[in-house]
């Protein structure tokens, strides 16, 4: 290795090594960034090294850090933010809590499954881990434990179900990955619905047979008999969600608006769905409007750091050298893939996605469109693997939501023997999607025709 690849790799070692800290993530990339670009010049105006980072270089950082600052479709994250935070005051999974239980209440797993089903419009209405997860925690642990539901099964459903935000669209993860990747937001939201509602109905098998086999562990709840009113309720209850979903990918699917637009236009559909509830008053709107500043400048916080770190370690030759090092594997360009996910799998347990998709993600997408593959199909893939990074040791950020939240008795090691059936179904989704790459691809070829 030249004098760039050995800094290169002393950067990259470095990252992983200073993550263990539990020092700020973004001060960790820039203060990174920042010290091995002085490194460079230090090295390369007393030892005359010919590194690639230089006093000209610094500005190139400079430029392209403010660049991310103006970059427009970076505007839909407050939005999708406000969106999901305003939507978890509004009442809205409460009811649909109430209505699905007495659809599937009667059924060995049914509480489970109404659960799942939940999870999935809050997916697609709100996008965010947290908010998801807590939710869902409140509102299903307790009765699904109330019934005489094993302890790790209930758990481990309400985490599983709660990080399916990250992939079903909008999902700010996708956000930021087309913004890395360089491709369509509204691509990448057609992408990821399929897989995404894909790994729901996985679950939801699982569950069901869960309920066959093992009937005292998910047995059949108490519940209202169910009757046309229960049905009308139930309509009721599902419209909210279903009129914000078709307001945000409708808007964006059918070409009325760009994912920046259809932002603005969730996060309006969400102060009248709050508004129309009166759920919303001054104190709320206040510690919405808080939390979505808060989340939002830790977001940029991260994506500024990371940009830095980014393009000092390109300077270094860090993605040359790494291209280089995936392309001599000694497989095709199939093991290849397999290699970068198995990679991205076993990084998940130690980092968090936004770290994997803001300083992975560019590194090896080069490589990917090298070998020729839809750059779509891997950024889904991709994603399927952070999403089980939420649910890993130690981690794993969707455990530690639902713990502190969860009833007594549910203990960290119960809910790590829950989750670990839904990881290895968010395996076989990955199986499944990677070999059957329509299911991926077809939707965004259908879009624009």
Known sequence: MNPNEVLAVAMFASFIGLVFTGFPVAWILGGLAVAFTALAIVFNADFNF???????????????????????????????????????RSGIANQLMVSFSRLFGGLRGGLAVAIALIGMLLAATTGIIGASVVLLALLGLPVMLQNGYDRSLAAGAVCAVGTLGILIPPSIMLVLMADRMAMSVGDLFLGALFPGAMLGGLYIVYLLGYGLLKPEGAPAGKHDPMDWRALGDLGVAILPPAFLILAVLGSIFFGLATPTEAA??????????????????????????????????????????????????????????????????????????????????????????????????????????????????????????????????????????????????????????????????????????????????????????
Request: include cysteine; charge should be neutral.
């Open 50 to 88: 010919p590194f690639a980072v230089d006093w000209g270089y610094t500005s190139l950082v400079v430029d392209r850090s403010w660049n991310v600052m103006e970059n427009w479709v970076m505007v839909a994250l407050p939005m999708f933010i406000f969106m999901g935070l305003l939507l978890d």
């Open 264 to 449: 603005g236009v969730g996060a309006a559909g969400a102060l009248l769905l709050a508004a129309a509830k009166r759920k919303i008053d001054l104190p709320v709107l206040k510690n919405v409007l808080l939390q979505t500043t808060r989340t939002t400048a830790f977001i940029f916080g991260v994506l500024l750091g990371a940009t830095a770190f980014a393009l000092v370690l390109r300077g270094l030759g860090g993605d040359e050298l790494i291209e280089r090092a995936l392309l001599n594997l000694p497989f095709g360009p199939t093991g290849i893939i397999v290699t970068i996910l198995f990679a991205t799998f076993l990084l998940g347990f130690f980092l968090d996605w936004i770290e994997l998709t803001l300083i992975v993600l560019p590194l090896v997408s080069p490589v990917v469109v090298n070998l020729g593959f839809d750059p779509i199909w891997f950024t889904v893939l991709f994603a399927v693997c952070l999403q089980t990074s939420f649910l890993t040791p130690p981690v794993g950020f969707a455990i530690f939501y639902l713990k502190g939240v969860a009833p007594p008795g549910v203990e960290v090691r119960t809910i790590y023997r829950g989750v670990a059936p839904f990881i290895a179904l968010q395996l076989i989704g990955l199986v499944i999607l990677f070999n059957w790459r329509e299911l991926v691809t077809w939707l965004p070829s259908q879009a624009y025709r």
